[in-house]
């Protein structure tokens, strides 16, 4: 068993091509010997945004504070806090902040060793 508090995780920027003002914590995973899934944190800045992407595995994703946008192919919905969002494997997507404050959310992927089964 591992506990932890999510302020003791060092938030990261996220650097990938087209994100920005994005901060992601890994919760849980590898870190604490998680074998099946990640529990990722993210804050959104204002102004902020993840890129428009897609990937072979699905989200889990539930939205702790702020005000926020889920983009896809046909449009955009608004989210935030108790909003759930599940995103199919494959389905292009991105979240922004639609709000003056951060934007944060918990997002549950497979771990890279679960895709591999």
Same mark, same amino acid.
């Given at each position: %068993?591992? /506990?932890?508090?999510?302020?003791? /995780? ?6 990938? +091509? ?7 914590? @890994?919760? %849980?995973?590898?870190? @604490? *010997? ?10 959104? +800045?204002? *102004? *902020? ?8 595995? &699905?989200? &889990? @994703?539930? /939205?702790?504070? #702020? ?6 192919? =046909? #449009? +955009?919905?608004?989210? #935030? ?8 494997? =494959?389905? &292009?997507?991105?979240? &922004?902040?639609?709000?003056? #404050? ?5 997002? @549950?992927?497979?771990?890279?060793? +679960?895709?591999?089964?």
């Amino acid at each position: %068993m591992h /506990v932890g508090c999510w302020t003791d /995780v060092e938030g990261k920027e996220v650097a990938e +091509a087209g994100a920005a003002g994005v901060t992601i914590r @890994v919760l %849980m995973g590898e870190n @604490v *010997g998680a074998p099946n899934f990640v529990l990722r944190h993210f804050e959104v +800045a204002p *102004g *902020g945004h993840t890129p428009f992407h897609a990937h072979p595995w &699905e989200h &889990e @994703v539930y /939205v702790l504070s #702020g005000k926020g946008r889920v983009k896809r192919a =046909d #449009g +955009a919905a608004e989210v #935030g806090p108790g909003s759930f969002v599940f995103v199919p494997a =494959d389905e &292009e997507h991105a979240f &922004e902040n639609a709000g003056p #404050g951060v934007f944060s959310f918990l997002c @549950v992927i497979p771990s890279t060793k +679960a895709c591999l089964r």
